[in-house]
């Protein structure tokens, strides 16, 4: 069994470090797109979820270590996977539980029937792959916040025009973040492109002698005429 200091400890540190990174990520807030944000709180709640739940799992029992590590990994699946909108907080809750109670069933298992050596070893190796997931989850969140970003015309969520679907129109080339955006806007372009110049006015330019708008959509002749 492991010390209940101990698993106090190493628990606060847990909680600790992913508090930092999740407040050291928040300057990529503008950058970060729903798919990274819902990676951040399937990582913050999983991964603290599973590394609280064990170690107090390790020194107590199955209902106090679910209870803890659950109740943890919800907070910080919830909290910081907001950036990702509402499916930042549900990836972020539903991943919590899973990780609590997979921590808190490990550590109590290991309790009563490797006490000894194996929680220590365990303990450890749950200790390393707790900080590299974190520093994986920054890392990633990083790149995503070097690489320029695109709006997909339809749905108004960031991708990434790397790794994006696409379809050109009017000699440009749109991103989108699914197949289903990509067909719609295929159907209707125009009404897509108007939608998209309303909610952002001040990206757009007006060529003085066509007056062609410079994200490539063109009015119709009845909407030349109509002024």
């Known amino acids: 069994m492991l010390n209940l200091t101990v698993a106090i400890i190493a628990s606060v ?34 991964m603290t979820g599973i590394a609280v739940g064990y170690f107090i799992g390790a020194a107590t029992d199955m209902f106090i270590s679910n209870l803890v590590g659950v109740i943890v990994g919800l907070v910080f699946g919830v909290v910081f996977g907001k950036v990702g909108g509402l499916m930042g907080i549900l990836n972020g809750g539903m991943s919590a539980v899973m990780g609590g109670m997979m921590g808190a069933m490990l550590g109590v298992m290991l309790q009563y029937l490797y006490d000894g050596w194996a929680i220590d070893i365990t303990s450890v190796f749950m200790g390393i792959i707790y900080v590299f997931s974190i520093i994986g989850m920054v890392r990633l969140v990083q790149q995503g916040a ?7 015309p339809v749905c108004r969520m960031k991708v990434n025009p790397k790794t994006a679907l696409q379809y050109a129109f009017q000699n440009q080339t749109y991103s989108f973040c699914s197949a289903s955006c990509q067909r719609a806007f295929a159907q209707t372009p125009e009404m897509f492109l108007r939608k998209a110049l309303a909610v952002s006015p001040a990206n757009v330019s007006l060529t003085p002698v066509t007056g062609v708008i410079a994200s490539g959509y063109e009015p119709s002749a009845t909407e030349k005429q109509n002024g």
């Open 13 to 46: 540190i847990v909680m600790l470090i992913s508090i930092y990174a999740g407040v050291y990520l928040s300057r990529y807030k503008s950058s970060v797109t729903e798919m990274l944000g819902m990676m951040i709180g399937m990582t913050q709640g999983m």
């Open 146 to 152: 070097a690489t320029q970003m695109e709006t997909d």
